[in-house]
């Protein structure tokens, strides 16, 4: 069933998510902090037993130069730098194995793949932990270190993403002028997060995105992930403007108004998760060149493997 506005009224809505003043200034001073840490970036060829790709297991240095994990992907026998997507994953889910998610690389892209910090349990598995202290919190990532701007969760995340996309112009089979990104959910939501950090990305692609219009999303859907947000707030009756406060920091929109990469993004009529009227917020606030697919009768799957032929699609637009 629809969960959401009617269309019609999706490509109209523009989210009443506030753009704190300093928004700008807090994520330069994030983002250069970070890069007071040397991007040592390691690269070691592993035997994935695959005939037609080379696999690279790499570490690079995130958020407080803590070591991030990733995959780099490319065509077997390539020596030349490749047009390149960096991709984020959804929520609980990991790098996973050497041999899984071969798609961009089959395709003749070199593909980084990062891993991302705490998570990995839910279809892939992680090898990154994030090593920061929390208070009180719903179990999940939605409300670790929710109380202020400096130690809330996706602040570390989404600095590790900017340094992954810096880590994987740093390698010498990657052609730096020509990276996108992709994610599904949670991973469209930091793809969304990095195109407002990041100015001269090639292309971005935004599946069924998470993290986007926390006003909205966290009182129009009891599913899971948002709910933890309505959980620790339905405890915290206090802090309802306070955690609000932190999360304009974080929320997709506010990247999106940043965002110049030619953007492709999906919604999903039937996605309870992440309902169309939050895609649609970021997406109608988004600065660069874009469009968006709706897929009237499906939920958080969005178009499945047609989404993948969409991606395949802009990559090679814009990519080459």
């Known amino acids: 069933m629809y969960t959401d506005l009617p269309e019609a009224e999706l490509r109209a809505y523009r989210s009443g998510q506030a753009d704190p003043a300093d928004f700008d200034a807090f994520w330069a001073e994030t983002l250069a902090e970070a890069d007071r840490h040397p991007l040592d970036v390691t690269a070691t060829k592993v035997d994935a037993g695959l005939e037609t790709l080379e696999v690279f297991d790499v570490t690079f240095p995130g958020f407080g130069g803590q070591p991030i994990k990733a995959w780099l992907r490319v065509p077997a026998g390539a020596r030349r730098p490749l047009p390149t997507v960096v991709q984020f994953h959804g929520y609980g889910r990991g790098r996973g194995q050497s041999f899984e998610n071969l798609l961009w690389a089959s395709a003749g892209f070199a593909h980084f793949e990062m891993d991302l910090r705490g998570q990995g349990w839910g279809g892939s598995t992680g090898d990154t932990v994030d090593d920061a202290g929390s208070g009180p919190q719903v179990p999940g990532f939605m409300t670790r270190g929710i109380d202020s701007r400096e130690?809330?969760?996706?602040?570390?995340?989404?600095?590790?993403?900017?340094?992954?996309?810096?880590a994987a112009r740093s390698l010498a089979l990657v052609d730096e002028t020509r990276v996108g990104l992709v994610g599904t959910s949670q991973g469209g939501g930091i793809a969304l997060a990095v195109a407002g950090l990041v100015p001269d990305l090639a292309a971005v692609v935004a599946r069924v995105p998470f993290l986007c219009d926390f006003p909205r999303a966290s009182v129009i859907t009891d599913a899971l992930p948002y709910r933890e947000l309505g959980q620790y707030l339905a405890t915290n009756r206090l802090k309802v403007v306070r955690v609000h406060d932190v999360l304009a920091y974080?929320?997709?929109?506010?990247?999106?108004?940043?965002?110049?990469?030619?953007?492709?993004m999906t919604a999903a009529l039937m996605d309870p998760i992440c309902p169309p009227s939050t895609v649609f917020a970021a997406y109608n606030n988004y600065a660069g060149p874009k469009q968006i697919t709706v897929w009237p009768y499906n939920g958080h799957e969005g178009g499945a493997w047609e989404d993948d032929a969409l991606a395949l699609r802009a990559f090679r637009e814009h990519l080459g």
Request: charged share 25%; glycine share 4%; net charge positive.
């Open 250 to 264: 974080f929320d997709g929109v506010n990247f999106a108004k940043r965002a110049t990469a030619p953007v492709t």
């Open 151 to 166: 130690t809330y969760y996706y602040r570390r995340v989404f600095t590790d993403a900017v340094r992954a996309v810096a």
